[in-house]
């Protein structure tokens, strides 16, 4: 073949793929191939003698073609990615290379422009693009939903496991305890799985987002532990803690998380053992001068695993035995969450087990060490570990707790009242803030949903002030998510406490942040307690359950029927709300009421007043107004038969479902 001929079949192969054309000095089309013909639905004869910028698509601005023609006058080669627009107006893109041709004394003769079509990847880009805009939109909005959700269901299950604590301290005989007991232990597993759920959902976004922080190793266990104990001694089970760690380090990493991992690893032990002990061991594996590796073991005497079934572990949703008849509930999220908050840690997780012989669960951490000089080997470092061994530990502070919710607020405020704590109430943020400007406080818990003024508003207007910047304030909320935690620090909070409370966490954080010699007030200046008197008349029924709420509060019969009636104002205003917004036929007003009025019929025990509450706040579209009008007329009536017991100054002890 010779040189001519090769060069048609080179030509002949660059025009099936490649847009080729020559311009003159000025820019002006000389030749063109027909690839080029066929992208810009132009003739031949229409091109020849015409500039480029007869294609403009008015995607790139003046300074864009500017550049292209400062480069190639210069005699340099040009690249770059150009819109052009056809001659039917659809667009096409070429990635192009603008070449100038030269003569033996370096003078621009014309130039060579050579263009691959882009379009179709061009179009794939945007595709791609808005489909991650999608998905980034839907996941703000899975993430507002599981905010939602979990305060949706965190506010009940503060009252229920609140109000159960609080009954337990009271004189109960051994039955009694044994129920509370396990409704204890039932709502705490109810949480877990809540709170299992919503981190399956959202801990690829929050990618480790909980702050680092001062891990205490003992005191870390001893919550845990502590969150067993009555399932544990109800089992007959031992529970053995082995720490072998280094007294002069302080350990610096996520405290949350590591937590749960223990938690759930304790908690799948506890599941699956009848008899026998369970062992939790920690040690250091390496010590280096910036960080230290951590194993935590926990090990079991109970069922064991099959060989051959280990393979299906730490997948989400993924149990042994997934049959309908299997012996242990559970939706198969523990393990799978643990794997997913070591790997964050940059640990590794496993499990060695034998079917018949117990198994023992292992994960390792990684934190950051700092050595300390140790004072006083004999000073107790976590004194308030165990809330059974605190006896008024808050003994004269002035605490501000601020809540919207009535019930929620109350389980609080009796919470601290028992630790000695001065407590005042504020319902929203506005209202804390005219507090702070009256008295002082040594600590401020915070809630975040709240009309007037929200909890995150609130406190940056705090951290503004310059006499309040020393002010521990503590979230204290139902929104237990990372997202929620993260806006809660930006805010200038200091810890996060989550609803439903747990006791013992409840009072370990608050030692954090309350100085011994806080107090400002005497004893003898605080309200004293006032102790459950008189005898429950039961010879009727009410539609609320007093008794138990007499005996979760540890007050006077006559403070009782105070907290009923105010339940009761609450919800004739709520009924006039309602009223008002049937004639306004306001759908949405009368599905925010509804919720309003559910949570606080449903802690207060108007079981029946809550489910019909329940029902209006499904009332959202028009199609159900009358069933809204239905409703609050049964709401109306409900609410005289509460009225009708209540002014009789009799309480009863028996709900009416």
């Known amino acids: 073949m010779n040189s001519a001929t090769e060069l048609l079949s080179y030509k002949h192969a660059i025009d099936q793929f490649v847009l080729v054309s020559v311009t003159d000095k000025a820019g002006r089309i000389l030749e063109i191939n027909d690839r080029f013909l066929s992208a810009s639905k132009y003739t031949r004869a229409e091109l020849l003698g015409q500039k480029h910028s007869i294609m403009n698509s008015g995607k790139h601005s003046k300074a864009f073609f500017e550049d292209l023609w400062k480069t190639i006058s210069k005699g340099e080669i040009w690249t770059g990615e150009i819109c052009n627009r056809a001659k039917d107006g659809t667009f096409f893109w070429v990635n192009t290379a603008i070449v100038p041709h030269l003569n033996e004394t370096g003078q621009i003769i014309n130039y060579i422009s050579v263009r691959i079509d882009t379009t179709e990847r061009k179009k794939y880009e945007t595709e791609l693009l808005q489909a991650r805009l999608a998905a980034h939109a839907a996941n703000r909005v899975k993430s ?39 409704i204890l232990v039932s709502s705490e597993r109810l949480l877990t799985m809540i709170d299992n759920i919503i981190d399956q959902s959202g801990l690829k976004e929050i990618q480790n987002a ?6 205490n190793i003992p005191q870390l266990v001893n919550n845990v532990i502590n969150k067993f104990t009555s399932i544990l001694n109800k089992k007959g089970i031992a529970l053995v803690q082995k720490l072998e760690l280094n007294s002069s380090l302080s350990l610096y990493g996520n405290a949350q998380r590591l937590g749960q991992l223990l938690y759930n690893l304790v908690s799948n032990a506890v599941k699956f053992t009848d008899r026998g002990k369970i062992i939790i061991r920690v040690s250091m594996l390496q010590n280096n001068e910036t960080d230290c590796l951590l194993s935590f073991e926990v090990e079991d005497t109970g069922i064991g695993i099959d060989a051959s079934q280990l393979h299906m572990l730490f997948q989400p949703f993924n149990q042994v035995d997934a049959s309908n008849s299997r012996s242990f509930e559970g939706a198969g999220l523990g393990l799978a969450i643990s794997k997913t908050l070591v790997e964050m840690m940059g640990g590794e997780i496993g499990v060695k087990s034998k079917l018949g012989a117990g198994s023992c669960f292992w994960f390792t951490v990684r934190l950051s060490s700092v050595k300390e000089d140790i004072n006083d080997e004999n000073e107790d470092p976590y004194p308030y570990s165990l809330i059974e061994d605190v006896h008024h530990p808050f003994k004269g502070c002035i605490i501000l707790v601020v809540d919207d919710n009535e019930i929620n607020s109350q389980l609080v405020q009796e919470m601290l009242e028992s630790g000695g704590a001065y407590v005042v109430v504020a319902r929203n943020g506005k209202e804390a803030i005219d507090y702070l400007g009256q008295s002082e406080f040594d600590c401020i818990l915070m809630d975040i949903q709240m009309p007037v003024m929200d909890g995150l508003e609130a406190t940056r207007i705090i951290r503004e002030k310059e006499e309040w910047t020393n002010i521990p304030v503590l979230a204290y909320t139902a929104n237990a998510d990372e997202n929620s935690r993260a806006l809660c620090m930006d805010a200038g909070m200091n810890d996060f406490i989550a609803k439903p409370v747990n006791p013992s966490l409840f009072f370990s954080t608050l030692t954090k942040w309350l100085a011994p010699n806080s107090a400002r007030i005497s ?13 429950i008349d039961e010879r009727a029924h009410i539609l609320t359950e007093a008794s138990v709420l007499a005996d979760q509060l540890g007050v006077k019969v006559e403070q009782i029927h105070k907290f009923t009636l105010m339940f009761i104002k609450s919800a004739n205003l709520g009924i006039i709300e309602l009223e008002d917004a049937l004639e306004k036929q306001d759908m949405l007003a009368i599905a925010v009421i509804g919720h309003r009025l559910k949570s606080s019929s449903a802690t207060i025990g108007a079981i029946q007043f809550s489910e019909l509450c329940g029902i209006l706040e499904t009332c959202k579209d028009k199609e159900k107004f009358e069933k809204a009008i239905e409703t609050v007329a049964q709401l109306k009536s409900v609410l005289k038969s509460i009225e009708d017991v209540a002014n009789k100054n009799i309480l009863k002890s028996t709900i009416v479902t």
């Open 523 to 535: 004893v003898s200046e605080q309200p004293e307690k006032p102790e459950l008197n008189g005898k």
């Open 210 to 215: 909980a702050e680092i922080e001062l891990v």
């Open 144 to 182: 507002r939903f599981l905010t939602n959700m979990s305060h949706e269901i965190r506010t009940p299950m503060n009252s229920i496991i609140g109000m159960a604590h609080l009954l337990k301290r009271t004189n109960l005989n051994m039955k009694q305890n044994g129920y509370i007991s396990n």
